[in-house]
């Protein structure tokens, strides 16, 4: 049946997203490049799926490998995240990034589950081990319209996955600190909507911070974990003057998820929605 998972809303907001912002921002994307992170994300989660379930069938259950779904559409997002969000000059740093960001959710994890988002480690070892990865935060521009339809389509699924909490302790924590820094400065009112009104910020809000398998389980932790990385932004794009403060905020938050989730007891997600299989998926889903 089309569409009956949550995460076909996701694919086909995060195409439509990339279709538009191609046909009316005009960016400076190469379709070739867009075909190497779909394919090697793909391509990297049916060999290591592969190879999770062999090594589960030949060290046992408590091995590190453990049998493995081949779980197409996670691949297929964080592909076409990538393609939204990283820029280069060369389709091997496209590649190393696709790469990097599914072998992370296998490799990096503890208790089954992993704890970087796999699109922005891909960005983040992108922009650490090549000299051509960039991200434009600016790309959307600051029209009116693309806010309003990201935050309907990331609405909508942040209602169905109940993330809706750590969107909106984020961009709280955020607004209101720029709210404070511009009174301070007395700046007028339009600066700060200028930068609040940002369409790369509203889909890291969104679509990327909000992912419910890297992120903390339980509501408090999450708030509070949201809440921080907000903070960390506020600081490095306003005193280090770094564009990409958001992905490296959440890449140094990343793993106190597991501190989060051992004080702050509470069931895992899981996109499974028959409760009777949930408790299997959950050793399985990556």
Request: charged residues 15%.
């Amino acid at each position: 049946m089309l569409l009956k998972d949550i995460r076909d809303y996701q694919i086909l907001f995060l195409s439509l997203f990339l279709i538009l912002g191609i046909g009316t921002r005009d960016w400076t994307l190469r379709p070739e490049f867009i075909a190497v992170a779909i394919a090697t994300c793909l391509a990297t989660q049916c060999i290591l799926s592969l190879v999770k379930r062999q090594g589960g069938r030949g060290q046992g259950e408590d091995s590190f490998l453990v049998p493995s779904p081949l779980n197409i559409r996670s691949a297929l997002i964080t592909a076409l995240g990538l393609s939204l969000l990283l820029r280069a000059d060369h389709w091997t740093t496209i590649a190393l990034a696709a790469a990097s960001a599914i072998a992370s959710k296998f490799f990096l994890q503890v208790n089954q589950k992993h704890f970087f988002n796999p699109g922005n480690f891909g960005i983040i070892t992108a922009l650490v081990f090549t000299s051509d990865a960039w991200v434009s935060p600016g790309q959307w521009g600051e029209d009116w319209w693309y806010g309003l339809l990201f935050a309907g389509t990331g609405g909508m699924i942040l209602q169905r996955i109940g993330r809706w909490d750590t969107t909106a302790a984020f961009l709280g924590a955020y607004s209101l600190l720029e709210a404070i820094r511009n009174f301070w400065l007395g700046w007028t009112w339009d600066v700060y909507w200028h930068r609040l009104m940002s369409g790369s910020l509203l889909l890291f809000a969104l679509f990327m911070v909000t992912d419910p398998r890297s992120i903390p389980n339980a509501r408090i932790g999450r708030v509070i974990w949201a809440a921080s990385i907000a903070i960390v932004t506020f600081v490095l794009r306003n005193y280090f003057f770094l564009p990409t403060a958001v992905f490296w905020a959440l890449f140094m938050f990343a793993p106190l998820t597991i501190l989060f989730d051992i004080f702050c007891a509470a069931p895992r997600f899981s996109w499974v929605k028959n409760e009777s299989t949930v408790t299997s998926q959950l050793l399985k889903e990556v």
